[in-house]
C-alpha cells in the first residue's frame, strides 16, 4: 500500500505574503501564454517562452541539451506548457545533469523550486516529498507538483513557472532565483568525483610498473636487439624500393 503525501506546516516568511506590487506581477504574464502560438506575428514570443522554459528548468541549455521534438510538440500546439517543462524534467539531460548528481532531499529543493518558483516551507515538505522519491520514482514525484493545485492555480496549462516572491523594501528584486540558490550538484557530488578521479601518484605508480622491466632507462637487452633488427630490415626493405623506382625513371 502507498504511503500517503505527509502534511507539512506551511511557513511564514515574507517570502509567503502576497507581492507587494501585485499578485499577478511576476507570476502570470500574456507573453507566455500560447492561446495565439499559431499566429506568424507570435512566432518570436514563442521563441522567447521556449528559451525562458529552458531557462527555469536548466538555467542554460546549449545546442546539445535542447529537445526539439518538444519544441515542435509545442509549436504546433499538439502539448501544452505544463507538458513541455514536464518533458524537460524527465528528459535524459535533466536525469544525468540533475537527477543522478544529487539525494533525493536535495532534489527536492531543485524540482520544487523550478516547477512551484519557491523555496520548500520547511523540512517537513522535503522530507514529505523525498518519501514520494523514494517509494514512488522521480516520474510519480514530477506529475504530482505539476498536478497540484498550487501549480495549477499559480501558471495552469500556458504558462511557463517562474519565481514568485515578495517585493522587498530596499531591493528592486525579491528572492534570489533558485537556479543561483541551487547550484546544479552539491559538494557532497563534486568531492565523489574527486574521489573518483585518478590522482597523480596513481598514475605515477603505473608509470612505474608498466617500466619496471627497464634499467637505467634503457630497455632490456633483447628488446634492444629486436628492435635494432626490425630498423636494419626497414631500412633495407625502403632502399630496395627508393633503388628500384629510380631504376625504373632511368629507364623510362
Known sequence: MALPLLGYPLSTQNCRVSNLAGDNSTVQSPLYGTSAAGDESTR?????????????????????????????????????????????????????????????????????????????????????WSIVIGEKGFTAFVDALLDSSEYMDSFGYDLVPQQRSRLLPGRALGETPIHQQFPRYGADWRDALQDRAPSNQAAQMQQLETSAAWVNGQPPAFALRIWLGLALVGGFELGRVVLTIALAMAKS
Open 44 to 128: 518570436a514570443e514563442m521563441d522567447r517562452l521556449i528559451e525562458h522554459a529552458y531557462l527555469q528548468v536548466f538555467f542554460h541549455a546549449m545546442r546539445s541539451d535542447r529537445e526539439p521534438f518538444l519544441e515542435s510538440q509545442l509549436r504546433s500546439g499538439n502539448i501544452t506548457v505544463r507538458d513541455f517543462i514536464r518533458g524537460l524534467l524527465l528528459s535524459e539531460r535533466f536525469q544525468q545533469g540533475y537527477y543522478q548528481c544529487n539525494l533525493n532531499y536535495r532534489m527536492v529543493d531543485q524540482v520544487v523550486g523550478r516547477v512551484l518558483g519557491r523555496p520548500v516551507h520547511s523540512d517537513a515538505e522535503q522530507r514529505a
